[in-house]
């Protein structure tokens, strides 16, 4: 079988298609963790784009999902916080009360140390994700105020991308 131009064309352009869609997905915000001066989990949001992330949904990851509407599956947030508007610089939201113009949507219990919790960032109407980071507790009893341990994508032998999680000071988090 002899290919055309036009057939070797489009072989081409689907096959860098899905090259070029296996990569992580570029998140508009970068998510970590850090503690306050009591231990308290505290969570870090720097906007790396437009200052558009105005609403933070923590999940407990071993709540099984929730059946939707659509026939499908859904996993809901133990907590969500929001911001009447987005900022690009770094913030600071305490998981338990929120803060630095975060407001709290539910009330946000006590975090079991072994398990273990997703946070993720959104835009205005979800219209944007900003990134998100997993921790538990027990992760979290080796920082110090002004250290932040957040993720990061990192393409491994088999090709595959996964989370490695990396500690830096405070004024070393940000989206560069």
């Not at 990851?61 to 026939?71: D, R, Y």
């Amino acid at each position: 079988m002899r290919l055309t131009r036009t057939g070797l064309a489009a072989i081409v352009l689907c096959a860098t298609a899905v090259l070029t869609g296996c990569g992580p997905r570029f998140a508009a915000a970068k998510v970590g963790m850090t503690v306050d001066d009591s231990g308290n989990p505290v969570i870090v949001l720097e906007d790396c784009k437009e200052g558009d992330m105005v609403e933070l949904q923590l999940f407990d990851e071993s709540l099984p999902a929730q059946p939707n509407s659509t026939g499908g599956t859904t996993t809901l947030p133990i907590a969500v916080y929001t911001a009447s508007k987005g900022s690009k610089s770094v913030r600071q939201i305490p998981v338990r009360s929120g803060g630095d113009g975060w407001k709290p949507v539910t009330v946000v219990n006590d975090l079991s140390p072994r398990t273990s919790y997703k946070v993720r960032s959104w835009g205005e109407d979800h219209q944007s994700f900003g990134g998100q980071t997993i921790f538990t507790p027990n992760d979290l009893k080796t920082l110090t105020p002004g250290e932040v341990r957040y993720g990061v994508q990192v393409k491994t032998a088999s090709g595959v991308y996964e989370d490695q999680y990396r500690v830096s000071p405070l004024d070393e988090f940000n989206c560069d």
